[in-house]
């Protein structure tokens, strides 16, 4: 039965959008699982079942999050190398040399794995605050590789900068506002080294989407074109124009348009120009981030999208500086991008367990309604006799007006519990008739677009959107999520999904589609007994540092797993955090904890065994993983 129609692995990746969105690193195996090869589709391969299945088998809890050092490897060389051949292909005098901005995932693993591969390309790092600073300084970076420094700065962060740079390390200091020069100028007279200054210019172009207001006049960061005037007479008074090396512009993060890219690389150029002909021997043109990622796979300017490749970017961005600068005769600057997205959104996958399903009422075809039913449930109930192709639309709105009376007339206490109960059975089941039908058209009227949500089963995962996917809340962003097996199987369900946090905002109703945005995931019936997993992709970027303790759901647990020809292998597993943890956050010590129920137990009338049994129960709690458990 269940195998009566099988997939093939080509139709499965069309219905989860996989190749369009997967960047080469996951695809639909032979035997309908989920794999990923970090080393692209020609490498060796690992089912993503089989890797939770041996975590499992470990003892290791879900919800967690798989770790891919491979492919972060991959986007770090990707990234160079299409700068390197973009350069290559226009006659590009000067060289790339990038920086990964740590706020995009500081954990330990992704900025290891990034210096140590960025080292043969020099690439550095960018720190956004003191605290991102002291954890690059510590990094084995390459000589040459910059390490920048945005964001709003104090005294205490510019000596760390200053010292860096004492210390050997090519740092550049970008003043964010006109104000945070004479501090610097202040500072480095003080410890006794010359700064390397950038300047965040306050670009007029825009990014588009989300990020819109990193960029344009308005924008928080970035001095104005008289106050870099003024700066630039601030240095030469000194005799430190020299100590000028970079302009930063940055328009936002995925940007989903090349055009606004291009037009903005045009307006960075123009100010490296215009400030090496003031006498600024300017040697970075730093182009900020923005490379967006393109989640739902559609190739378009939707903001989960991006109309263009990285070979696009990295060429655009080569071809017009370099015609912008040979314009007015002045040598090609070292072109420097801050990417951070593109480069850690593939290498994490979250994967979450289906531990319920909620299913809307009418699957079942209703009981008639008996003689002493109210006449609004008789009407319903012929309305679905007489449904056919030819009357759905009117046979839909009649039934529709019905169940909303019949509800106004259950809170006027007119219509009983059991009449509203099957009048709802009625209403949906004729909803889910209607609904099979417009599936058969070939062209949906609008009106009906809701019934998919509507009738969409509801599945409850163990995780925390506010942890694990906290973008998918504050800002709807899109993530591919597919089933890790069973996908030569056709779907028969559709399904939005719920997390376990006591928040009606805890879901997930909006999937990626190629045109607009789903409603409702594809997904399989839940067999009782056999786990049904969902992996969350493109999730390395912003996700982990965003996330939030929201009802004391703490930090999932995180496998570092590699990927070779005899197979995978998990080098490594990060616990996630446990009770204890989350509430000491909130300013509580676990010792007053246990010393106020011990009181509590103190004085209850439980028997000695039960008193011990509670307190031992009680310290396991707080040592136990936040999740749901079994
Ligand atoms: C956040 C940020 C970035 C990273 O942007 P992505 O879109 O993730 O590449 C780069 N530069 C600056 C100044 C930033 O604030």
């Known amino acids: 039965m269940r195998t009566a129609k099988r997939f093939s692995p080509k139709e499965a990746e069309e219905i989860y959008l996989v190749p369009y969105w997967s960047g080469g690193f996951f695809r639909v195996g032979e035997d309908g699982e989920l794999e990923v090869t970090p080393l692209g589709p020609k490498g060796p391969a ?70 140590r591969v960025g080292r043969p390309y020099h690439y550095g790092l960018e720190a956004g605050s003191k ?17 920048t420094i945005n964001g709003f700065k104090d005294d205490d962060f510019i000596r760390l900068a200053l010292t860096g740079k004492k210390l050997g390390r090519n740092v550049v200091i970008t003043l964010e506002k006109f104000a945070e020069l004479p501090r610097v100028l202040r500072l480095s007279r003080e410890l006794g080294v010359a700064p390397s200054l950038g300047i965040r210019y306050k670009l007029k172009a825009k990014g588009a989407g ?5 960029g344009g006049e308005n924008a928080k960061f970035g001095l104005t074109t008289p106050e870099i005037a003024r700066a630039v007479e601030v240095l030469r008074d000194q005799g430190l124009l020299d100590t000028l090396v970079m302009v930063h512009a940055h328009i936002g993060s995925q940007v989903t348009d090349i055009r606004r890219i291009k037009a903005a690389v045009r307006e960075a150029a123009q100010t490296y120009v215009q400030l090496r002909k003031l006498g600024a021997p300017l040697r970075y043109l730093n182009l900020g981030g923005g490379l967006a990622v393109d989640y739902d796979g559609s190739k378009t300017n939707f903001y989960a999208s991006a109309n263009y490749t990285l070979s696009e970017y990295a060429e655009d ?67 679905l006799q007489g449904l056919s192709a030819k009357n759905f639309r009117e046979v839909y709105h009649d039934a529709f007006a019905d169940k909303e009376t019949l509800q ?108 607009d945005v789903r409603a409702a995931l594809p997904v399989h019936a839940i067999r009782p007994g056999e786990p049904y997993y969902l992996g969350v992709f493109l999730v390395g970027a912003y996700q982990d540092v965003l996330g939030s303790n929201h009802n004391l759901f ?28 989350v509430i000491e956050k909130m300013g509580f010590t676990a010792r007053e904890l246990t010393l106020g129920v011990e009181r509590l137990v103190r004085q209850s009338r439980l028997s000695p065994a039960e008193k011990g049994a509670f307190l031992e129960r009680y310290a396991r709690e707080l040592q136990g993983y936040t999740y749901l458990e079994d």
Not at 418 to 442: C, N, S, W
Request: proline fraction near 6%; hydrophobic fraction near 40%; charged fraction near 25%.
């Open 46 to 115: 690992a089912s993503l079942l089989e890797i939770v299945e041996a975590l499992r088998d470990e003892g290791r809890p879900l919800p967690l999050v798989l770790r891919f050092p491979q492919i972060l490897e991959a986007r770090v060389k990707e990234l160079n190398e299409a700068f390197f051949k973009a350069m290559e292909k226009y006659g590009y005098q000067g060289t790339y040399r990038g920086v990964y901005p740590v706020k995009v995932n500081q954990r330990r693993l992704v900025l290891e794995t990034v210096a």
């Open 131 to 147: 605290a991102e600073l002291a954890l690059i300084l510590a990094q084995d970076l390459s000589q040459e590789a910059l390490v």
């Open 210 to 214: 989300q990020w819109e207001a990193s």
């Open 317 to 383: 961005l080569v071809y017009v500086t370099k015609e912008v600068v040979e314009a007015h005769g002045e040598p090609h600057p070292i072109l420097v991008t801050e990417s951070g997205r593109a480069v850690t959104a593939y290498h994490q996958v979250l994967v979450l367990e289906v531990t319920d399903v909620i299913t809307p009422p009418g699957e079942e075809r209703p009981q008639a309604p008996g003689e002493e039913a109210h006449p609004l449930v008789h009407e319903l109930w012929e309305g």
């Open 408 to 515: 106004t007339l259950y809170d006027l206490g007119l219509v009983s519990l059991k009449d509203r109960a099957l009048a709802e059975e009625i209403f949906y089941h004729t909803a889910r008739r209607v609904y099979a039908i417009v599936q058969g058209l070939p062209y949906a009227p609008d009106e009906f677009e809701d019934l998919e949500k509507l009738l969409a089963d509801k599945l409850v995962c163990n995780f925390s959107i506010f942890q694990s996917l906290p973008d998918a809340w504050a800002i709807h962003q899109l993530f591919p999520i597919v089933p890790l097996s069973r996908l030569r199987e056709p779907p028969s369900r559709r399904a939005t999904l719920v997390d376990i946090s006591c928040d009606s905002d805890g879901r997930i109703d909006r999937f990626i589609d190629l045109h």
């Open 554 to 581: 703490g930090q999932v647990g995180e496998a570092h797993v590699e990927v070779g020809e005899e197979g995978f292998a998990i080098q490594r597993f990060v616990p996630g955090e446990t009770a204890e943890r």
